[in-house]
């Protein structure tokens, strides 16, 4: 088993910037698949950012559309804990924000639906004022 424990969340203006952390510990041998999904009221969970490994087996990272070029995800390897950095956060972005972590990971796939992923946080919440 893996458990994924999420933090950094609060409120934060238009404009404004957080860092999320995702600390995962139990049974992490092995390099998978991390990601960050949000979940806004009413709404589906959604797909954010993820890192994983390239079809060459390098780290590579993808995002969803709405919020390239402003989130960043990042990885400490030697601690098992994946970042969010967030800027230029809208109202849009408020949600609950999960970690997500996969059983096992391929090369050169890009993992972005709820259902690729096995191990989950309990969320944060963002939320942004306007």
């Known amino acids: 088993q893996v458990q994924l424990v999420e933090s950094g969340g609060g409120l934060v203006q238009t404009g404004g910037s957080l860092s999320l952390s995702c600390a995962a510990s139990?049974?992490?041998?092995?390099?998978?698949?991390m990601a960050w999904f949000r979940q806004a009221p009413g709404k589906e969970r959604e797909f954010v950012a993820a890192?994983?490994?390239?079809?060459?087996?390098?780290?590579?990272?993808y995002y969803a559309d709405a919020v390239k070029g402003r989130f960043t995800i990042t990885q400490d390897g030697s601690k098992d804990t994946v970042y969010l950095r967030m800027e230029g956060l809208e109202p849009e972005d408020t949600a609950v924000y999960y970690c997500g972590r996969r059983g096992v990971s391929l090369w050169g796939i890009q993992y972005t639906t709820k259902a690729d992923y096995v191990y989950w946080g309990q969320g944060t919440q963002v939320t942004v004022s306007s």
């Open positions: 139990g049974r992490t041998s092995g390099s998978n698949t």
């Open positions: 890192i994983g490994w390239s079809a060459r087996g390098s780290k590579t990272t």
